[in-house]
């Protein structure tokens, strides 16, 4: 799954269900990281997780 620490600033996901883009306006502070080192990754939380429609966002073809 689309994670946080995955996302670099001026990147732009698309949900390709129903077209929403999200642009990435600042990077997560763990950028780079792995997924056990970002801090913001709790199991049982899916708050850095990104999806819509109940579909990975995905990464827009410039």
Do not use: W
Request: aromatic share 4%; hydrophobic share 25%; with cysteine.
């Amino acid at each position: 799954m689309l994670n946080c620490h995955e996302m670099k600033t001026g990147q732009i996901y698309v949900c390709e269900e129903c077209g929403i883009e999200l642009q990435v306006v600042k990077s997560c502070e763990d950028l780079g990281k792995t997924e056990e080192e970002c801090r913001c990754a709790v199991p049982e939380d899916s708050a850095c997780v990104f999806s819509c429609c109940g579909e990975e966002l995905r990464l827009k073809k410039q």
